[in-house]
């Protein structure tokens, strides 16, 4: 194929080994993603950064006293801003000029955020800094889940995604244990202390800028943007070009072709609004996917995840601990969380979307209003000077917060963020998952506001809103969100053909249209197709059955 590089990957590559290349390239950007979102919490307890930027001064026990909050958690939030507005110029930009290059948009972008973060000297320098690395990662985050499920087979997209994101968790691990390192660079009040985990995170990006180029485009962006031999030909390396896989990658081809043609007879011009709204999508829903994603976001950091984070030292220190044993178990917490991402890996392709999700709400619903009970009773105890019971209490409490992460880490982690990148049609695909961003964005912008204002008033009580958010998921699922589990990814416009938003009446037209064979075996024509040499098959779509 004399149109794609010659050292591209896509030549030396096949099948599986194609696929690993890919998601490790991929997870490249998850672990720059995860040691970003770990990276502050550790900077904002260095001296020389809340002294330089003037949000606190050192109290008598050595450690940092907020005398401005508002600037403190505006420094961190304007990220999540930057993200807003990255995640929708990488989907503009994505689905216009193809994933690998708005990849290295994104890469570039956060190399100047994080240089500009690790030179700061001031509060403003920070601010835009901030927003600039936000940018970047925004882009990033709208495209690369995009690009892993375009390039993986429908039967394996969750396990590929899944382990991109215990690479994410694995960055946040990396950060703390890195800053915990770097807090005994001499007696604590360098520079060294915070630039170095910031500068640190900048290797990864440029590795991504280098790289990314020696990998193949999208095939299904290349069908939508017209250039579908070099679309045949990567599709076939990646599900092999031999015999019996021959046959499957050129059916894939036909459908993806078929698909894209009847987008675009349906589609009037898509821009953000007009997702939002489902204005001119017709039969394919783009509205009520949109609201979705957004919703699946956003109810991702309600259920507790951000509550923990931030609630867990004060329970380790109802159970007793010292500060210096409060980090090595906030350490070890990470840790836990890591390798429980692991359970997602072997399980989400087996029992679905859905049912991840399910099991996680019980689980992390139970923890969560177990940790505020115990919480609540160690607090009781040691008010009474039951020192020992508290102490207990403390200890069970602990263990509910790492239940907790270790449940979340095998399902709520990876879900939301695979989701977007599967529902979407090919022509709007990128915006779509850019919309995900949009909900993780308000989700977190939303909770980094109010969980220091609900811990402030409401304390442990907190726990039991977060336990009742996990409640409220699970009809939430049930009843709205269809299972896209061993689909096609064209397969999934005829998911969302009903006009009703419940998920059995989706369920039940699907199975429908697909008995009226709308949707049906390609292998047959496609052996045909190979034999003959053509380009297309008879569309298996009909572009009148998708009309309002």
């Known amino acids: 194929m004399d149109k794609i590089n010659k050292s591209n990957v896509v030549h030396r590559l096949e099948k599986r080994s194609l696929l690993i290349a890919i998601n490790c390239l991929a997870g490249l950007s998850i672990l720059f993603f995860g040691y970003d979102q770990g990276m502050m919490g550790g900077v904002n307890g260095a001296y020389d950064y809340y002294t330089r930027m ?39 930009l994505g689905d216009r000029y193809g994933r690998i290059k708005t990849i290295f948009l994104g890469a570039a972008i956060g190399v100047v955020g994080a240089s500009l973060q690790t030179s700061a000297m001031n509060h403003v320098w920070m601010i835009c800094a901030r927003l600039v690395n936000g940018w ?30 215990t690479l994410n968790i694995f960055g946040v691990v990396l950060a703390y244990w890195i800053e915990y390192g770097c807090s005994f660079y001499g007696d604590g009040t360098s520079s060294f202390v915070w630039r170095f985990p910031i500068a640190f995170q900048i290797p990864m990006l440029l590795g991504l800028m280098a790289g990314v180029f020696y990998f193949p485009e999208s095939p299904r962006w290349l069908v939508k943007a017209r250039r579908e031999d070099e ?6 390396r990646l599900r092999g070009d031999t015999g019996e896989d021959k046959e499957k990658a050129e059916a894939e081809f036909q459908d993806i072709v078929s698909s894209c043609e009847m987008e675009r007879q349906n589609f009037q011009h898509q821009s953000y609004y007009h997702m939002l709204f489902g204005i001119g999508s017709g039969k394919l829903h783009t509205g009520r996917r949109v609201q979705l994603v957004i919703w699946l976001q956003i109810m991702q950091e309600w259920i507790g995840i951000a509550g923990v984070t931030i609630y867990a030292p004060t329970i380790f220190g109802i159970a007793g601990l010292s500060p210096e044993k409060r980090q090595w178990i906030a350490g070890l917490n990470n840790i836990f969380y890591m390798f429980s991402t692991l359970v997602c890996v072997f399980t989400l392709d087996k029992i679905g979307r859905r049912w991840t999700l399910y099991w996680g709400s019980v689980g992390q619903g139970i923890a969560m209003a177990l940790a505020g009970g ?29 239940i907790f992460t270790s449940v979340f880490g095998a399902t709520w982690l990876t879900v939301p963020w695979l989701y977007p990148a599967e529902i979407f049609p090919l022509e709007v695909r990128a915006k779509g998952n850019a919309w995900g961003v949009v909900g993780w964005s308000i989700g977190n912008g939303w909770l980094t506001l109010l969980c220091p204002v609900m811990f402030q008033h409401l304390g442990e009580k907190t726990l039991y809103i977060f336990a009742a958010c996990n409640l409220i998921t699970i009809p939430m699922v049930w009843a709205l969100y269809p299972e896209t589990n061993q689909r096609t990814l064209e397969e999934i416009d005829w998911l969302f053909a009903a006009d009703s938003i419940w998920n059995w009446e989706a369920e039940k037209n699907f199975a429908m249209l697909k008995q009226q064979g709308v949707t049906g075996e390609l292998g047959t024509q496609a052996k045909t197709d190979v034999e003959q040499g053509s380009k297309r098959t008879p569309s298996v779509v009909h572009s009148s059955d998708l009309q309002e």
């Open 374 to 402: 115990f919480s609540y009773l160690g607090q009781e105890a040691t008010k009474n000077e039951h020192f020992s019971k508290g102490t207990a209490y403390g200890n069970a409490a602990i263990s509910m917060v790492f």
């Open 54 to 92: 003037g949000f606190a001064h050192k109290g008598a026990d050595g450690g940092p006293v907020v005398d401005n909050s508002l600037l403190q958690g505006g420094i961190v939030s304007v990220y999540y801003l930057g993200t807003l507005v990255g995640c929708m110029v990488g989907g503009s």
């Open 136 to 165: 970047g990662t925004g882009i990033l985050n709208a495209i690369i889940p995009v690009w892993a499920t375009e390039t993986a087979e429908h039967k394996s997209r969750g396990q590929f995604i899944a382990i991109e994101f």
């Open 231 to 236: 679309a045949r030909y990567i599709l076939g």
